[in-house]
């Protein structure tokens, strides 16, 4: 058996006694530390980039583990570093350190959220790139600077492709545009993403009757009617319908409705009364012609009201 000579053995004891510090071989440092939340509770996950300005290529990227650990050897120690701190919801933060050469230092940071740096006082309350970009956009629309606003909420869209406010916002500005095309691909994209949004089905009813697409059009308005019952021009317009077929049964109870949900709707007093000289009531008839010639003597059917209340005086 082969024993090991005391020289050697002396060499071998003696490593096991150096320092950490020691064995950092000429010019490097050791740099460690610990990240945690504005709670103090330590962060994984976060991502550490290394970077130095006297050294254009040089870039180290690290993670926290679950205790929020970290720590890298520099094999430069005689340069400064600069040390970013990111971690998704919370915000970055940079600091510039230089590691003495042998030596190893200990770099500790807080990550904090946006609401904990403003509780702190460290930060004023920061609005993201989308909110700033919609709300200038509903701004310039309430200003009536159309092309602005419709700038600023196609900016918007671009910034969260995946927020229906944003192409439902960008559908109405563009309806009032009367760009129809954009109407289309803008409300349709907002539908997509939240189907129970009745606000733009009469939009769509609109621009794909300005774009000539009559079964589209006739779609997006029976689904618009289905979901705003209690709308007194929804259910005008469905016995305008139910009239024009000569369907005047059908007509006389939506029109009462109609009066019932507003009583000074001009149009639904004449329709009414119309529907009821067909149907042969004639007392009714004389009430809502007469209505409607108070509510708007110089209206568009003026003349044949007053025709059809002259005939059956």
Not at 11 to 32: E, K
Not at 77 to 88: D, L, M
Not at 274 to 293: F, G, R, S, T
Request: proline content about 5%; glycine content about 8%; hydrophobic content about 40%.
């Amino acid at each position: 058996m082969t024993r090991p000579r005391p020289l050697v053995l002396a060499l071998a004891l003696s490593l096991l006694l150096v320092p950490a510090a020691a064995l950092l071989a000429g010019q490097q440092g050791r740099i460690i530390g610990t990240v945690r939340d504005g709670k103090g509770q330590p962060l994984e996950g976060v991502k550490i980039t290394v970077t130095t300005a006297r050294i254009t290529n040089f870039k180290i990227e690290l993670t926290t583990d679950a205790d929020g650990r970290w720590g890298t050897i520099l094999n430069d120690a005689t340069v400064p570093y600069r040390y970013k701190f990111e971690k998704a919801g919370y915000i970055p933060m940079e600091q510039d350190k230089k590691v003495p050469i042998g030596q190893t230092e200990t770099l500790d940071v807080q990550l904090l959220t946006q609401e904990q740096a403003v509780e702190k006082g460290l930060v004023k309350q920061v609005v993201d790139p989308f909110t700033a970009a919609f709300n200038e956009a509903v701004d310039k629309f309430k200003a009536e600077d159309k092309d602005a606003a419709m700038a600023k909420a196609e900016e918007a869209i671009g910034l969260g492709p995946d927020k229906a406010i944003a192409y439902d916002l960008a559908a109405k500005v563009a309806a009032s545009r009367k760009d129809w095309a954009k109407t289309v691909e803008y409300g349709e994209k907002a539908l997509a993403m939240e189907p129970d949004n009745p606000s733009l089905l009469g939009i769509l009813a609109q621009a794909y009757r300005g774009l000539g697409n009559k079964e589209k059009t006739a779609e997006y308005e029976k689904r618009f009617s289905a979901a705003n019952p209690d709308q007194p021009e929804v259910l005008y317009n469905q016995a305008v319908e139910l009239y024009n077929k000569g369907d005047f049964k059908g007509a006389e109870p939506i029109l009462r409705k109609t009066l019932e949900v507003k009583p000074d709707y001009a149009e639904a007093h004449f329709l009414l009364g119309m529907a009821c000289v067909n149907l042969n009531k004639i007392p009714d008839m004389k009430k809502h012609l007469n209505e409607y010639l108070k509510l708007a003597p110089q209206g568009k059917d003026a003349g044949t009201a007053k025709e059809m209340l002259d005939a059956f005086k």
